[in-house]
Nanobody
Framework: QVQLVESGGGLVQPGGSLRLSCAAS????????MKWYRQAPGKERELVAGITSTGGGTDYADSVKGRFTISRDNAKNTVYLQMNDLKPEDTAVYYCYATPRGRDYWGQGTQVTVSS
């Protein structure tokens, strides 16, 4: 079955960095675009970044452009989110998302907290 497992979250000071990973299984990873979403307390889930199946195209929310980088390693079935210059407003649960076989799949999420 399809599984998306995020890791790499944690507590970081403002200006710090984290790299999130999402390990995928149960589908042909290299055939599908991947996305990262986040949800802050009391707010709706929002799209953070997306990457095409080959990694040749990426897109970002305006709020993270120039600070976050999405990438993927199709040999490892893993998508990454490098987050630099983190701000308190980046605090959220971050989710990996994919739509193999036309269905929505989410990971369990990983908590990112930016605080001094």
């Amino acid at each position: 079955q399809v599984q998306l497992v995020e890791s790499g979250g944690g507590l970081v000071q403002p200006g710090g960095s984290l790299r999130l990973s999402c390990a995928a299984s149960g589908f042909t990873f290299s055939s599908y675009a991947m996305k990262w979403y986040r949800q802050a307390p009391g707010k709706e889930r929002e799209l953070v970044a997306g990457i095409t199946s080959t990694g040749g195209g990426t897109d970002y929310a305006d709020s993270v452009k120039g600070r976050f980088t999405i990438s993927r390693d199709n040999a490892k079935n893993t998508v990454y989110l490098q987050m630099n210059d983190l701000k308190p407003e980046d605090t959220a649960v971050y989710y990996c998302y994919a739509t193999p076989r036309g269905r929505d799949y989410w990971g369990q999420g990983t908590q990112v907290t930016v605080s001094s």
